[in-house]
């Protein structure tokens, strides 16, 4: 991995691809051909602090630096030139949590778990790094540090291999942490975890991986990982309960999607084989694929016939849609997006043909009339082509009334 992405959700069910926000080039005295493992950011002061574990040339050690940002879509800037933490074995998936009273602590390692006191300037810290003695319970890496109604919660990947997600909580922010359990038990399916635990508009979720897509895909998947999230209700008590596996929990849609207003063509809820490695022949298969550049920001292209986007929860009101609009780009003339309500195979309400838009990279809106749509549907965009020869690249859409 060579880069840092963000994907953003107002709905938990359809989320849009905002591209890179931080790559190996952020750090050029960094090891520069991998390695761009787990992050995480928090904010502080109206400013984004991204810290991730990279390697440095010379030394089988990996370091944890700090870049930093105006808006967590970045672009992040190197703010040390140099290490934060390191180097060590241990260090790894680095975690941040400011507490009530301002003091910032930041946890990371595998398998030990590791905490120092960062500065109020997140980018220095005060105190001696310490070593989490007994350690927890079943804890490998990926902790995740948060505090919940004066609790303290450390979610973690558990004992490999395979890993689940475990978690243990402490009356203090440096512990003694106790074990609680697992919160997603140690499966087959995913040789590696990672949670993230977070409140959102009234529900309680949690990340992690799973691997159940890739494996359906192609039994090479080279670590590519799918991302899961369930919602869960903590207990009275405060503890997490054991949801199993992914495939036993959910996250409903809140609200829904307006489609009067620009929906990114990367806004997404489902999809037909999107893949986005399309330089790497093991992970390119006909489909989408997104990609990005300084004029459009990022948008979906390698387009391919009979693929398709799925946007869920699409609100048209009583009223419904008059006309369907996209910011297309093609080169060649060919190809058309089919307007599908419920279903990939669902009623067709209207179809753009797209024709030559100029040159590549010149952005045209095309548009059609559509029969009426109304109340909440879900919307596929199925792509039509010729064979698997990738067509338009696609930017952006709305229904106008």
């Not at 004066?150 to 440096?174: H, L, N, Q, V």
């Not at 979906?300 to 006309?323: E, L, N, W």
Request: charged share 20%; net charge neutral.
């Amino acid at each position: 991995m060579l880069d840092w992405r963000l994907y953003s959700s107002t709905d938990m069910v359809n989320w849009t691809d905002r591209g890179v926000v931080a790559s190996l080039k952020t750090f050029p005295w960094a090891v520069q051909t991998n390695d761009a493992w787990a992050p995480q950011v928090i904010a502080r002061d109206g400013k984004f602090y991204l810290f991730v574990p990279i390697s440095v040339a010379g030394s089988p050690k990996n370091v944890i630096a700090v870049a930093v940002a105006d808006n967590p879509a970045g672009p992040f800037k190197d703010a040390l030139g140099k290490p934060l933490i390191g180097p060590a074995r241990d260090n790894i998936d680095p975690t941040a949590w400011i507490d009530d009273d301002g003091q910032a602590y930041l946890y990371w390692g595998n398998p030990n778990l590791w905490y120092v006191k960062l500065n109020k300037d997140m980018v220095s810290y005060s105190g001696p790094i310490t070593k989490i003695e007994p350690g927890v319970r079943d804890y490998q890496e990926g902790p995740w540090f948060y505090k919940r109604t004066g609790r303290y919660y450390m979610a973690f990947a558990s004992t490999c291999c395979p890993e689940g997600i475990g978690y243990a909580m402490s009356d203090k922010p440096t512990g003694p942490w106790a074990y609680k359990g697992p919160i997603m038990d140690h499966d087959p399916r995913a040789t590696g975890n990672h949670p993230g635990i977070i409140d959102y508009k009234g529900g309680s979720y949690v990340f992690g991986f799973s691997y159940e897509h890739n494996f359906a895909l192609t039994p090479i998947h080279h670590e590519r990982r799918s991302v899961s999230v369930a919602k869960f209700d903590y207990n009275a008590d405060g503890t997490i309960p054991n949801l199993g596996w992914w495939d036993k929990t959910s996250a409903p849609q809140i609200g829904t999607l307006d489609p009067y207003k620009r929906v990114e063509a990367e806004t997404i809820a489902w999809t037909s084989r999107l893949k986005r490695d399309r330089d790497r022949p093991y992970a390119w298969a006909p489909g989408v694929t997104t990609a990005q550049d300084d004029r459009a920001g990022v948008y979906v292209t390698r387009i391919t016939d009979r693929s398709y986007i799925k946007v869920a929860g699409v609100d048209f009101g009583q009223t419904g849609a008059k006309t369907f609009v996209a910011s297309l780009a093609n080169e060649r003339p060919g190809g058309a997006i089919e307007l599908r309500l419920d279903r990939v195979d669902g009623p067709v309400i209207g179809t753009v043909q797209v024709g030559t838009t100029g040159a590549a990279g010149q952005w045209r809106e095309l548009g059609t009339p559509v029969s009426v749509a109304t109340g909440v549907r879900d919307l596929f965009l199925v792509f039509k082509g010729s064979g698997d020869n990738p067509m338009f690249d696609f930017d952006y859409w709305r229904f106008e009334q």
